[in-house]
């Protein structure tokens, strides 16, 4: 039987992602949750990405993982963060900031919806206006990299207004923590989620929040959930060194030498810098092909780019996706609500090899599937 390794496309998704040999191979061992060594290793692994938080132990913070993918670990945080009482302005220019809207709206909490277009950060000076007209909006919730079409939302500027206003930042950084560099003490963010398989590239499974203990301590039989609750599996943890509930060992094991890869590399500074090679070996080379990306330059996150589908009659997802995946190449659909795109992302385990690959391949299946105006189609 061929090893299946060899057999892994190279994917260039939002995730899960590409992973490391030596991350798949830590996952050949099986821990016992209560063994020592798995109690250090959950220690370990926190420690670590508090650190990445620019967080340490005596800074007020708190890494508290959760299991479950990453929206898990999104409304673990607000359930358990956001007072039940308490109003929320969310800032949506994607699918992720509607998800969180969603979230919180299920929850019971009263939710205001800050929308620009995929393409249009939000405004700090709007929200300070709406922050001022309404002193019962307590909590703010933004994503960091939102990952629909890849635009980087400003998250600086955004904290340094709702700290002025004296509300809670929660910020989604999911698709940005480890690749860009994120100042959760500096910038007084009330919590940072992220999860374990995307530029952190370990497999998926553990969502966490990096939150301030002082709310955590507040957030004491807040949550409706029980599985979902962060106050209390942090508690647990402090004091057992323990999860609550059965702990994704394999996932820590991997995330354990993920983040000993990641620090091999240089931390965020090491890893965004490959990033941004391979989102500009993609953007050169598909710009070249024709195609056309959706954002401008400025507002380009570099871990995945959306480009426009092309305007000819023969191009159809499907088939494009299909005769790359042949290839070896996994690529993505667009989630635009308004353009037709696709997307290709400059996350995971891949190098600008992987990307100047990939681009042979798209140059390869347009040409076989006869498609030649590759702009995109008059908005
Ligand atoms: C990936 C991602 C999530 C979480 O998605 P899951 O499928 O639950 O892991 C949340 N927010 C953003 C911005 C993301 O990119």
Redesign the pocket.
Known sequence: MADPILLTPILLT??PLTTSESVKRAMLRDWGSRDTGFIALTARVRSALLKIAGSGPESGYACVPIQG????A?EATIDSLVPRSAGVLVLANGA?GE?IAKIAQRLGRRVDIYRTEEHEPPSPGEIRKLLKADPALSHVIM?????TAGILNPLAEMADVVRAEGRALLV?A??SFGAIPIDAVGLGLTAVIA?S??CLEGV?GM?FAIAKTDALKAATDNASSLSLDLADQWQYMEKSGQWRFTPPTHVLSALDQAITEFEEEGGVAGRGRRYAENCKVLLDGMTKLGFEPMLSHNLQAPIIVTFRTPADPNYEFEKFYDALRVRGYAIYPGKLTKADSFRIGCIGRIFPKDLQGAIQAVSEVIDEMGIRQRGGKAQ
């Open positions: 939002p995730g993918s990453g929206t898990f999104v992720y998800r994503v960091h990299c939102e990952t989604d999911m698709s999860s398989n995307k998926p969502g």
